[in-house]
């Protein structure tokens, strides 16, 4: 399953210390995460005893529910938050393993849509036999109480936006759209904003884990779910099992550096479809020879052509491919290799027939825009956790430009534009409560981390610094393309993934598979 973040809206972890990146990052490695009591406060009780009542949902082998968890931790009877659950129960054959809960990432990314549509009926045989697949979508995302910024209308305003801006006016119409999708999502959910953070979601999973009658968690998760299963282990470090933590996240680092790293690992990316391109006869960013260099150049020319001139799409609303539509769909085709002839076909139709729809069609999916114009709360949810989560990246439009020189050199292709989108939590109405800190989960059972060493949007070295910083961690390395390794064509990491949830059988520390 790829990865799902946000380009013309946030990164992956879009949010970090408008303080100095040195600075913000030897506080990091000073703070940790701390475990919470072992027992179970008396304020919680009542969540924790929850008795789910299941019912059907649309989906043949799945059953849903509906569970409580408090808004505020910190203030248990202040209010309810529901979360959505959905499960498919093991059928085995072999000896029944508990709950597996899965998480697709993002943030944003529903688990719900990702267990039902591909973990529930596509992860191994074996493993379906003997675990229940399940899944929460966290707070504030999908089913579970989901955050709404704008319509969609507004989100095709939103989306298109020049994000690569070219003088004082251009900034403004940035600002501008940051500031109203920012008050968008602040007047449609002001008190739930406050509580959707990474650590909040954490606990829930526990509450879930109780629910589901589980002395410990079983959990794979993707991209940003690496971050949230790290949490969780490093809050319950005695009540984690079997956890799979797959295009790992750094938590330790501020998001100015978090989006510079993210830069470069699309670059890293890119020049790996740029190898590929130019050995086929469509590619329409130069023929065999041509180095990764000038087919960057080449894109960003092309960019730098929709900027002037966007392109024609032939939908019926009368859609145009902006330079900002256009370098998401380009992005959108670096999570999978698989989708790199798509990607070829559609750079053709527009550089060459001035058809932009094949790009707007990568776009769409991206941001999970329908064939109606209606978009899910992926873009809303994501943009809620990830400025809750740490504070701004940049606070001016000042500090990107100053900014620029380091991206652009991360990435001559997309540096300028991910600079630009570091920018959006500088306008949220509520502060973040999350700052770097490095997640330990001391006592914690055999945790594997998996890194793809050309992963466009967790880069490989995430994985290695998360791997330092869990005390019981096994690195699983993938030498390969796309995000995430699980489930995407290597027998070697699946045996070995398999081996462990099945088996409790972990990785030699290490390992590499390819």
């Not at 699309?266 to 086929?280: G, I, L, N, Q």
Request: with cysteine; aromatic share 8%; net charge neutral.
């Amino acid at each position: 399953m790829a990865g799902l973040l946000a380009t013309a809206a946030v990164l992956v972890s879009a949010c970090s210390s408008g303080s100095s990146t040195t600075s913000a990052t030897a506080a990091a490695e000073e703070a940790a995460l701390v475990a919470l009591p072992r027992s179970t406060p008396a304020a919680l009780t009542s969540y924790y005893a929850q008795k789910p009542a299941w019912r059907g949902c649309g989906v043949p082998g799945f059953q849903c529910a509906t569970i409580k968890a408090p808004l505020d931790y910190a203030e248990p009877d202040a209010g309810d938050v529901r979360l959505a659950v959905a499960r498919k129960k093991a059928m085995g054959p072999g000896k029944r393993l508990g709950s597996l809960l899965v998480n697709p990432g993002g943030p944003g990314g529903s688990a719900i849509g990702y267990v039902q549509a591909y973990a529930g009926i596509g992860y191994p045989a074996e493993v379906r036999a003997r675990y229940d697949m399940v899944a929460v979508d966290p707070r504030g995302v999908a089913r579970s109480e989901p955050v709404t910024c704008l319509d969609g209308p507004g989100m095709d305003r939103y989306t298109r936006t020049d994000n690569t801006p070219d003088d004082a006016r251009e900034t403004d119409g940035l600002v501008a759209a940051y500031r109203t999708f920012a008050e968008g999502c602040g007047a449609d959910a002001p008190r739930l904003l406050r509580h959707v953070s990474t650590v909040e979601a954490a606990r829930d999973m526990d509450i879930v884990r109780a629910v589901l009658g589980d002395e410990k968690l079983n959990y794979v998760g993707a991209s940003y779910g690496t971050f949230l299963g790290a949490t969780y282990a490093g809050l319950f470090p005695d009540r984690a099992g079997r956890l799979v933590l797959d295009g790992a996240m750094d938590p330790s680092l501020p998001a100015r550096r978090l989006n510079l790293e993210q830069t470069a690992g699309f670059e890293t990316a890119f020049r790996s479809f740029a190898r590929d391109c130019v050995r086929h006869k469509d590619c329409p960013l130069g023929g065999a020879g041509t180095s990764p260099e000038q087919v960057g150049r080449s894109l960003k020319a092309f960019f730098e052509k929709l900027d002037a001139r966007p392109a024609a799409t032939g939908t019926r609303d009368g859609r145009r491919l902006t330079e900002s539509l256009a370098t998401t769909g380009v992005i959108a085709a670096m999570y999978d290799e698989g989708a790199w002839q798509q990607l070829r076909e559609a750079l053709t139709s527009a550089m060459k027939e001035n058809d932009g729809s094949g790009l707007l069609t990568l776009s769409d999916g991206y941001y999970e825009r329908d064939a109606d114009g209606g978009y899910s709360n992926l873009m809303f949810a994501n943009a809620a956790v990830n400025c809750l989560d740490l504070p701004p990246a940049f606070d001016t439009p000042d500090e990107v430009r100053r900014a620029l020189p380091r991206f652009e050199k991360a990435s001559p292709v997309f540096g300028e534009g991910l600079a630009w989108a570091s920018l959006n939590c500088a306008y949220w109405p509520v502060h973040a409560t999350g700052e770097p800190h490095r997640i330990e989960a001391k006592g914690a059972a055999p945790i594997v981390v998996v890194g793809t060493t050309r992963d466009p949007a967790t880069p490989y070295r995430w994985a290695r610094a998360l791997a330092g910083q869990l005390s019981s961690a096994r690195l699983l390395t993938y030498e390969g393309d796309g995000h995430t390794a699980y489930g995407r064509g290597s027998s070697c990491v699946d045996r070995t993934i398999n081996a462990y949830l099945l088996r409790g059988t972990p990785p030699t520390d290490g390992k590499r598979c390819s």
